[in-house]
Structure formats: C-alpha cells, structure tokens
C-alpha cells in the first residue's frame, strides 16, 4: 500500500518570534496571565528556562523558524531510513524470486488499485479491508489466485426489491438487473400466467425497486335462464269474428349459461359468459282468431193469438235419467246401451304404456258416455281399452286429426272418432268414452295427463 509522504503531515506555521522574560516582567502590550501570543499556556519546561535565564540576568529569544528547521530535518531522515527499508525489502523479495504486480478493485463505480502477489481474490480484499455481503457478486471467484496480466477484481453489490401482495409485504436479495420473475421466486411467491404483476416479469430491477403483485382466481359458474316464449296468432274459419281461442299454451324454455367468474384479492371484480346451451325450447302459444261472419237471425213472424184449449191428461211416460253429452254439451236422455258394440271384459284393463310412439302432449281430460248416436266418424262408440280393440275419444280435430290412435295415462288405447262442443273452447281438450255415468263421474276432471300418439289413420277394429 502507498504511504504518505511525511512531509504532507507538517502543516506550516507563520514566522512568529516568541521572547521568554523573567517572571514578572513584561514587555508594553503584552499579556500578564502567562499565555503567550497565540494564546497557549507557557509549558513548564520553558518557564524553567526562563527562571533559569532570569538567575543569570540574561533573556533567551528562541524563533520559530528554527524549530520549523529542526522538523524538517527529522522528516528528512525518518524517510530516508523508510526507504531504505523498502530498498531492503525490495532486494529480498527479488533474491527470493516473487514479484508482485498492481491489482484493480471495481466496486460501486470506484476503482482501487493495490499491489499483490500470488494472493487469492479473498486475501486481497481482506488487504484492502473491502467487507462483503452473503449476496454480492465477486468477479473472480473468492478462492481464484489473480494472474499478472489481468488483476481486476469486480464487485456487484446485491439490491434489495419490495414486494408488495395480497398477504403481505415481501423482501427479495439479488444482483442489479434481476428480472422481477427472479424476484418473485426468491421470495417464494408462485406466480400464475393470470395474476397481476406490475412492472412486467420481465422487467430488470435496480435499488428500491417495488413489485405489486395481485393474485388472481378464476371459477366457473352454471345459471339456468328463462327463454319466454311467443305468442302466434293465426286466423280460423272454424270460429266467428271477434273470437279467439288458444290452440296452443305457450311454455318457457331454458337456457343453461356458463360465466367465468374472476376475482382480485377474493373480491369478484368481472363475470363474462363462455358457454350458452339451450336445455329446453320454448313452445310458441297459438291463438286462433275467427274470421267467419256471424250468421243474421231470421225473425219469427208474430203468432196469432188462438182461444185457450182445455188441457188433457196424457199418459206421459217418465223421462229417463241423463248425463252430460260430450265437451260439456246440454245433457241429452240417457239412452241404453249400444246393442251395436260387444265388449270383452279383457278389453277393459288398463295395459301399460307403449315403448315406440311419435309424439306426447299434455291435455286436459274428461269422460262422457252414451248418447244413442254415432260419433262425428259415423262409428258406435266403444269402452274398450286394449291396443287391439281401442276404445273411443272425442278431440278437437284441428290438435289431433281424427282416426288418430292414442295412450291416454289412466285410460289406455282409444282413437279419435268424436268430438264436442268444447273444440272450439279448449282444444286442448279430450273427452274419453265410459260405458256408465258412474265411471264418467269416478274419472271426473283430470289435468296434464300425459297423452300418447302412437300412429295416425287408424281404422277402427
């Protein structure tokens, strides 16, 4: 290491005389309080002097150039006798054979330079007295011996960067230039490819730099939607003007929506929807408006008026017991049962409902029995029940065509052959042939009674 040159340590001084008088003397001017000019106590050994010049009767003037003189002189000779043991030194490390060369220290942007020989990285630095953290980067490895021809030694200090996240503040130890991914995993934070990290992870990072960090989830989640459906109205001869009925209900549909839910810290900050699937189409409602004329009443001619007649007794027979005729109609007298029409009694289970058909609806069904007249086919209606010999049902012909057969849950096999006046009211509407009003009043009124198609123009057994 340099030394420095001891004559940098003599800091030079005013030419300033100094008169030393016997005690209790002194000079016009001068202080009487044993300081001298500059203000500093008399040492004692000088005060012997002067009592001692002042026995003899003699006063001793001393200049400060003198004493600067004699200073010099000793410096001279203390850096005479340091040389000389460089020289000596010198000599023995070249009989000995060992050289030392200059080695350059970068660290922090400052550059040292000192002189080694055949010294490792470490013991060079130990030298130089240069402290190092567990982190800093050496440049060449700590335990490498520096060559002559290339004794640099670089120091790359680490830098400390603040993490800030959702469960606290984090502290990462690296070199200047760390990316903040590098960051991220010294502190020990795993990172997902949709979590919100600022600057980018590709970012290099430098002395108190900050990281925000935001961890971000995503789940998805499944709603059910109604789809409404829609009204079609159609124009019907089959009903006067100003009338309208429902052909058809409407039903809503449903639709099956996926949303990907996306939260910040665990507070929702958006859903978008991914998916749609429609689970259920709607069913339109039809409503059928008439478009024919009502018809113009005739009128009746005025009667004429007649003389009162006397009333005879007649044998009058007893009316016979009725029951309501088909769709809700006037009730009609009950006439016998049909002599036309054999039923065998194993027709009249009720089978199961059948495995291949083209079609289900879900209707409203009533019953109705015998009238003494034909159905609206020209047939004789019948009560049986079997797939083989199906019984008969009244429709309204515009939902289900006539000679169409149907399952009917609770009733089994029947086709379409009659009909009532309830088409034109409720045409979603059946009416199913019982053999005796107590049958018809044991089914009474039945709702959503799921109603099969198994096939169309079919005739009757």
């Known amino acids: 290491m340099r030394r420095q040159d001891p004559r940098k340590r003599v800091s030079a001084q005013p030419h300033r005389e100094q008169v030393l008088r016997p005690a209790g003397e002194q000079a016009e001017g001068e202080q009487t309080d044993g300081l001298h000019e500059s203000g500093a106590e008399i040492p004692e050994n000088r005060a012997e002097s002067t009592r001692k010049a002042e026995g003899r009767g003699r006063v001793l003037r001393y200049s400060q150039k003198s004493m600067r003189m004699r200073k010099r002189i000793g410096a001279v000779v203390s850096v005479a006798v340091v040389l000389l043991a460089?020289?000596?030194?010198?000599?023995?490390?070249?009989?000995?054979?060992?050289?030392?060369?200059?080695?350059?220290?970068l660290d922090r942007g400052r550059e040292l330079e000192i002189m080694a020989e055949d010294l490792t990285v470490s013991e060079v630095l130990a030298a130089a007295e240069i402290d190092l953290a567990s982190s800093d980067i050496v440049t060449p490895d700590l335990d490498s011996v520096?060559?002559?021809?290339?004794?640099?030694i670089s120091i790359t200090r680490s830098i400390t960067v603040t993490i800030n996240a959702d469960d606290g503040i984090h502290k990462a130890v690296g070199a200047p230039g760390m990316t903040v991914a590098q960051a991220l995993e010294k502190a020990g934070l795993t990172v997902s490819d949709i979590d919100s990290v600022e600057p980018a992870p590709d970012t290099e990072l430098y002395a108190s730099?900050?990281?925000?960090?935001?961890?971000?989830?995503?789940?998805?989640?499944v709603v059910r939607l109604r789809m409404d459906y829609k009204t079609e109205t159609r124009d019907s001869s089959d009903y006067y003007v100003g009338q309208s009925v429902v052909y058809q209900k409407g039903v809503n549909g449903v639709i099956e929506r996926t949303l990907l839910v996306t939260y910040r810290d665990?507070?929702?900050?958006?859903?978008?929807?991914?998916?749609?699937?429609?689970?259920?189409?709607?069913?339109?409602?039809i409503v059928l408006r008439g478009t024919?004329?009502?018809?113009?009443?005739t009128p009746r001619p005025t009667p004429k008026p007649?003389?009162?007649?006397?009333?005879?007794?007649?044998?009058?027979?007893?009316?016979a017991s009725v029951t309501p005729a088909p769709g809700g109609q006037q009730p009609t007298k009950t006439k016998a049962p049909d002599t036309h029409v054999k039923i065998d009694p194993s027709d009249l289970k009720v089978p199961g409902a059948p495995s291949e058909y083209l079609d289900t609806m879900s209707m409203e069904v009533t019953a109705y029995t015998h009238t003494g007249r034909k159905t609206a086919t020209g047939t004789w209606p019948r009560w049986s029940r079997t797939r083989e010999n199906p019984g008969t049902v009244a429709v309204a012909p515009q939902t289900i065509p006539y000679h169409t057969l149907l399952y009917i849950t609770g009733y089994g096999y029947a086709i379409s052959e009659d009909t009532g006046g309830f088409r034109y009211t409720k045409p979603m509407m059946l009416d199913v042939f019982m053999n005796t009003t107590k049958e018809c009043i044991n089914w009474g009124r039945r709702r959503e009674v799921k109603v099969y198609i198994v096939a169309y123009d079919v005739k009757s057994p």
């Open 266 to 285: 665990g507070e929702e900050v958006s859903r978008v929807s991914i998916k749609e699937e429609v689970v259920q189409e709607p069913v339109d409602k």
């Open 306 to 319: 007649t003389a009162k007649a006397t009333a005879k007794p007649s044998n009058t027979k007893k009316p």
């Open 292 to 297: 024919r004329p009502k018809p113009t009443p």
């Open 209 to 221: 730099s900050t990281v925000e960090f935001v961890h971000v989830t995503q789940k998805e989640q």
């Open 86 to 105: 460089a020289a000596g030194l010198a000599y023995f490390l070249r009989s000995s054979g060992a050289k030392s060369y200059p080695v350059r220290i």
């Open 146 to 152: 520096l060559p002559e021809d290339h004794a640099v």
